[in-house]
């Protein structure tokens, strides 16, 4: 069936027939024949001519509107990237000044006082020294926080028993907070997940619960889940849907210097674990963080 576009040429063909028909009484058949013949070669040529750019214009308009769209996508990432420099950078501002100023501080009292005895001056360089891992400890939460929010890190799976590893890191941050005491209640747990990222989710609840509290911290794992229980300052309730936003920081914590992203990163391993981060949290008596486990552990 021919289309009207088609059916209003063919029959501007016919009438230019009909025409030449009709002068075919005054000259021969043969001339009206190539005369008809022309006509419709050149209403041909015009048709095609005409079509070739109404095909041209829809090609090019379609061009448009793609280069537009991505136009649109790169603009838009271009600001998310703008917005993530800028936190970042607001970020690093906040956190890093007190340790950088205690380096400073401390290599200049060194410096300056030849004089200074040599227990100082022994206290003084481990002052630096701390100082120093906790900018490199920072830098290395800024970095993985960037692979997250560009999707480059992806979990490697893999068998252990989170009881051990929960034992290792505590180990470890015992020796980071020598006065403070971490009550273990832990059964073994075996689980198949990222060994490294879980190593970050414990690391980081661990130390923030030390961080906000100054009594006792008591850590459980069994078959409901890992919990891990402080009795510090507790987490306004306006607050808690905030605590795990990238580079969130509380204002009513204005001591308070944390770069704002070790909630964030938790949430966002578990979330790539198919788990969910559980707060339970009163102001003044003390919060409670944790996860529940796979129903099924993969390790029998």
Not at 149 to 163: S, V
Not at 227 to 251: A, H, L, M, Q, Y
Request: no cysteine; proline share 4%.
């Amino acid at each position: 069936m021919l289309s009207n576009r088609h059916s209003g040429w063919w029959g501007l063909f016919g009438l230019w027939g009909i025409a030449l028909g009709g002068t075919a009484i005054g000259v021969s058949f043969a001339a009206a024949g190539i005369l008809a013949v022309v006509f419709g070669a050149t209403a041909w040529i015009i048709y095609r001519m005409q079509r070739a750019q109404e095909e041209e214009a829809e090609r090019v308009s379609k061009k448009l509107k793609k280069r537009n769209r991505q136009k649109s996508k790169y603009t838009k990432k271009l600001k998310r990237l703008t917005r993530q420099q800028s936190e970042i950078i607001s970020a690093i501002s906040h956190e890093f000044k007190n340790p950088v100023a205690a380096i400073i501080g401390y290599t200049q009292t060194i410096q300056d006082d030849p004089e200074l005895s040599p227990e100082l001056r022994e206290k003084f360089l481990e002052k630096v020294i701390r100082n120093s891992a906790r900018i490199n400890e920072m830098i290395d939460r800024l970095s993985l926080a960037i692979k997250f929010e560009n999707h480059t890190l992806k979990p490697k799976k893999e068998p252990f028993d989170l009881a051990t590893l929960s034992e290792e890191i505590t180990d470890n941050l015992r020796q980071k907070y020598p006065d403070r005491t971490l009550s273990l209640h832990l059964s073994p747990t075996p689980i198949e997940a990222d060994r490294m990222m879980f190593a970050q989710v414990i690391t980081n609840l661990i130390d923030n619960a030390l961080k906000y509290s100054e009594e006792t911290v008591r850590i459980t794992l069994d078959a409901t889940g890992f919990r891990i229980r402080d009795n510090g300052i507790g987490i306004d309730p306006n607050e808690i849907d905030k605590v795990t936003r990238r580079f969130f920081r509380s204002d009513t914590q204005s001591w308070d210097n944390s770069i704002g992203v070790g909630l964030y990163i938790v949430d966002y391993i578990l979330q790539l674990h198919g788990m969910q981060l559980q707060i339970d949290s009163t102001p003044g008596v003390g919060s409670t963080f944790g996860f529940a486990l796979p129903q099924k552990p993969t390790i029998s």
